[in-house]
């Protein structure tokens, strides 16, 4: 079963304009990560924020985690054509990582 | 570094055969996991080891499924008697050490059962 949700399913956007995407789990967790994976291709790893941390940035990435909510955020600014993906997020906790459904951002040129 | 590799990239059988897929993960990295994914999902865990030892299989894996990691190095994963609804991306991610760490994912291998 998968723990992550994603929210929007899906995003479309302007070059340039800021992107979010949340993410709510179920469980309590140790960290965790958001991927992007590019159609057909495999994930690659973004950003991962412990239990312990509130918000992390790296480049034009910003993550926010809420335990008490369950929640994160990812935030991406100033957009580009290049990050048209889906982004899922992935929570480590007691087993190895479980992934939600994922937000399919789409940014326009 | 050259990164996991997965091979084949693509696969078509026919229901009723049995599949091997490969994975070569980055060298220093002691675990290896394995993941399904369907369309518009997200990966879905099957198994990991950390070196040979296979530590934790999903619900996911039927016992037509089998992983291996013999010598703590490459893996492979095999379906018997394969069906439809095995059709999947079957992806294998390594990393280093323990969990906290990020996975590195290979390209996948993309089975379809006819």
């Known amino acids: 079963s998968q723990q992550g949700e994603e929210d929007p399913q899906a995003l479309s956007i302007q070059e340039g304009e800021n992107a979010t995407m949340n993410c709510s789990y179920k469980t309590s967790i140790n960290n965790l990560q958001w991927y992007r994976q590019n159609s057909g291709r495999g994930l690659v790893h973004l950003i991962l924020i412990r239990s312990n941390e509130r918000e992390k940035h790296s480049g034009r990435l910003r993550v926010t985690l809420d335990t008490s909510k369950k929640s994160s955020s990812l935030l991406i600014t100033a957009s580009r054509a290049a990050d048209t993906a889906s982004y899922f997020c992935a929570t480590e906790g007691n087993t190895p990582l479980v992934f939600g459904k994922g937000t399919r951002l789409s940014v326009i040129a | 570094d050259t990164g996991v590799s997965q091979d084949p990239r693509h696969k078509i059988t026919k229901r009723g055969q049995n599949v091997t897929f490969r994975c070569d993960p980055i060298?220093?990295?002691?675990?290896l996991y394995w993941y399904r994914q369907t369309l518009g999902q997200g990966p879905e865990f099957l198994t990991y080891f950390q070196n040979e030892a296979q530590l934790e299989k999903s619900r996911l894996l039927s016992d037509r499924f089998s992983a291996e990691r013999p010598k703590g190095s490459f893996s492979t994963l095999e379906i018997q008697r394969t069906e439809q609804g095995d059709s999947a991306m079957y992806l294998c991610a390594s990393s280093f050490s323990s969990g906290g760490d990020e996975q590195y994912f290979g390209p996948g291998t993309r089975l379809t059962v006819t």
């Open positions: 060298s220093e990295h002691n675990r």
